[in-house]
């Protein structure tokens, strides 16, 4: 569960609105016609720019957004090193009795094949073909959060304009300006907070977590590619190895450290 981006969220409304709630006037910043222009705008936005049946898959992004879980990229060393090791003294069919253990589909999709026997550079256009249709909806929810992100201020601003227009073909009562003047500002407000509390934070993330899938299924691919060739158990790990960070190699480490210790 994605909880840093609720959490987010909710402490920007609060500074917000809690600054808003400490002046005077408070009751401006809350208009249903703006709010209602800025949201319906963007959404009318988003209709012209993508096809239905793109715009069908977004609910499903939102929710795999905050359902996304990151590969524990580490866990892979440990576990190609012992995988390799059946390979090498039972054969590949051995890893077979692996298969039911695991839980993640990818290492699972890729060692099947290695068990069928298919070809080394099938699995890898296979491989590649799976790693790019699981990216390719993480993908468009970054370049549809990107997109909404741009036109929502840009509808507060339309928004803004319109309440001008009507604000100076009405200037009978000058007492009036200032406080059209703020309805008119309202809708800026809107799109301003929008887009860069939810939409663009959202299209960012959204971006770093399929830079993190795709280093995770690169490093499962050059795993399963080592045990099909026979690869020695050190050489597969020291291939995974240059995948990780200093910082991550220096955690995994200290982790089999405590566990031998505890042994």
């Known amino acids: ?119 080394e550079n099938e699995i890898r256009d296979l491989l590649n073909q799976n790693a790019a249709t699981e990216l390719k909806a993480h993908k468009f929810a970054a370049k549809f959060f990107n997109a909404a992100g741009a036109a929502c201020p840009a509808f ?32 800026t407000f809107y799109g301003a907070l929008i887009s860069n509390l939810v939409l663009l934070p959202f299209a960012s993330k959204k971006d770093e977590q399929v830079k993190v899938l795709q280093y995770a299924r690169e490093m499962v691919k050059t795993g399963v590619l080592g045990i099909v060739r026979g690869d020695s158990p050190s050489m597969i790990q020291k291939r995974l190895q240059l995948f990780l960070t200093s910082e991550e190699l220096n955690a995994a480490d200290s982790v089999e450290a405590a566990e031998v210790e505890v042994a």
């Open 1 to 119: 569960m994605e909880k840093s981006t609720l959490a987010g969220i909710g402490t920007g409304l609060l500074l917000i609105y809690g600054s808003i709630f400490m002046g005077s006037g408070w009751m401006t910043f809350f208009d249903p016609a703006s709010l209602l222009l800025v949201i319906g705008g963007t959404i009318a936005g988003m209709m012209v720019q993508f096809t239905f049946e793109e715009l069908k898959t977004v609910p499903k992004c939102v929710k795999g957004f905050f359902n996304f879980m990151k590969p524990n990229t580490k866990d892979y060393i440990e576990t190609f090193g012992e995988l390799s090791k059946i390979a090498r003294r039972e054969g590949l069919l051995a890893l077979d009795r692996q298969l039911e253990e695991m839980d993640d589909v990818f290492l699972k999709f890729g060692l099947e094949m290695a068990v069928d026997g298919i070809d």
């Open 156 to 187: 507060g601003m339309i928004g803004t304009l319109i309440g001008l227009i009507q604000m100076m073909g009405n200037l009978s009562d000058p007492s009036q300006i200032g406080a059209g003047m703020a309805v008119a500002l309202v809708t």
